[in-house]
């Protein structure tokens, strides 16, 4: 071939010397955007997979607290025992930590598990979980289950445990589960009573309008009436020196037992009668428990639950009490007509005016506390009153026993629930 055609030729076939260049470049782009589109695909299936997820988390979440809900709807004592429980079972804080009060004739456990009175479901015949939907199963569905302690290990002849720990297996969709653990206490509030009859002075120690009536026939005592006896208390107490003394000399006729009376300091006194903005705030409370329970009244004549039966009582206005048992707070003032047979704790709070009135016989086992504030603010305590009128027979005596069944029957409150 002419050596100049030859040439020609191999300047075509070579054109700029890149021949393959843009192939090149097109190939590696692709590559580069196949890889991205991957990683984003793999970045939604995986966000898609983490929100399917969390949203199970979310559901046994949940479904762990409808059990701490449940459990605590059967301490209240709303709930009524499976008919395969023995006849006469009742729930409280001892038998919610005995097998036989406890779980099912069937149930085999050693753990507590109120299932005496929760509907455990699943697997069927066995009281493993109770599905809080219909047809449950673990993929789908969701449950819990409960094992119920006494942490402080109360022994069963020194009455009923003071709390229980809870602990609540919450359960949702593909596997999810989650654990609560709750401490509940007995009562919504505790009360160490300081005496008896426990008069709150006014802030300004203004003084205090207490009488313990004319006739010799009224007998006080902080010695506590309850078998076996928790201690002595003073009969009368109050927050400034000057009314201890004025209590001191209304026990004129030698029916007030020795102590007398006694100056208690504000540290002393549960937060509730430390100011008057803590007492506010636990009437609101207690308030709303007593809503809660249907015990809230506007005013109050009558008998306050009895012996066998006492009940809480909260009247937000003025109460006339014939008797009873039980729990007891009053904002307005508190009539004590004719001299009525009460057993347990009367909380006057806000008038903080108390008048025992009537001829008749009756006795008051337990304590009282006094105090007179604006229940809706502002201001601090006022001077309280405490007057007797009357003839006939009547005692006013500490009682550990009735104090404590009256602090029950203010209902359990879930106390430092966190998750583990």
């Known amino acids: 071939m002419n050596p100049e055609v030859k040439n020609k030729v191999w300047k075509a076939n070579s054109g700029n010397g890149q021949g393959g260049a843009a192939l090149l470049t097109v190939l590696l782009l692709s590559t580069l955007l196949l890889t991205m589109c991957g990683v984003l695909i793999l970045i939604t299936s995986m966000g898609a997979r983490t929100a399917i997820d969390s949203t199970s988390e979310l559901q046994a979440y949940y479904s762990a607290e409808a059990g701490v809900q449940a459990c605590m709807n059967v301490l ?39 299932s005496g009175w929760l509907n455990y479901n699943y697997p069927a015949g066995s009281p493993t979980r109770v599905g809080l939907m219909t047809g449950y199963t673990p993929q789908t569905g969701l449950a819990y289950s409960v094992d119920v302690t006494d ?31 709750v401490i509940v206490n007995r009562s919504s509030f505790d009360y160490s009573p300081q005496a008896t009859i426990m008069m709150r002075s006014g802030d300004d120690c203004s003084a205090v309008n207490f009488t313990t009536g004319d006739s010799a026939a009224k007998d006080y005592s902080g010695h506590d009436h309850a078998v076996p006896p928790a201690g002595v208390l003073p009969s009368f107490g109050a927050t400034c020196n000057s009314d201890t003394t004025i209590e001191t000399n209304a026990a004129n006729k030698n029916t007030v037992q020795d102590p007398i009376a006694a100056t208690i300091t504000n540290t002393s006194l549960p937060p509730w009668l430390q100011s008057a903005d803590q007492a506010r705030a636990f009437l609101a409370d207690q308030k709303a428990n007593a809503i809660y329970q249907g015990r809230y009244f506007t005013s109050f004549s009558g008998y306050s639950g009895a012996a066998g039966t006492p009940a809480f009582s909260f009247v937000d206005g ?30 006057v709070l806000g008038n903080g005016y108390v008048e025992r009135d009537g001829a008749g016989n009756g006795n008051i086992y337990g304590a009282m506390s006094v105090a007179r504030f604006d229940p809706v603010g502002p201001g601090g305590f006022l001077a309280p009153t405490f007057n007797t009128n009357g003839a006939g027979n009547s005692t006013m005596q500490y009682d550990s026993a009735a104090l404590r069944q009256a602090l029950d029957m203010s209902g359990p409150r879930a106390q430092g629930i966190h998750e583990y």
């Not at 006849?87 to 406890?102: D, E, H, L, P, Y």
């Not at 069963?156 to 999810?176: D, F, I, Q, W």
């Not at 014939?322 to 007509?337: E, S």
């Open 318 to 347: 003025d109460c006339t009490l014939a008797g009873g048992a039980g729990l007891l707070i009053v904002t307005g003032n508190l009539i004590l007509d004719g001299n009525p047979n009460f057993n347990g704790l009367i909380l």
């Open 76 to 114: 209240r004592g709303n709930v009524a025992p499976n008919a395969a429980m023995p006849a006469g079972t009742q729930i409280n804080f001892r038998n919610a930590v005995k097998a036989s009060t406890s779980n099912l004739p069937t149930d085999s456990s050693t753990s507590f598990r109120l």
């Open 151 to 181: 942490p402080d290990h109360i022994p069963e002849a020194s009455g009923l445990p003071n709390r229980l720990l809870l602990h609540v297996t919450g359960y949702g969709p593909k596997g999810a589960i989650k654990n609560l653990e």
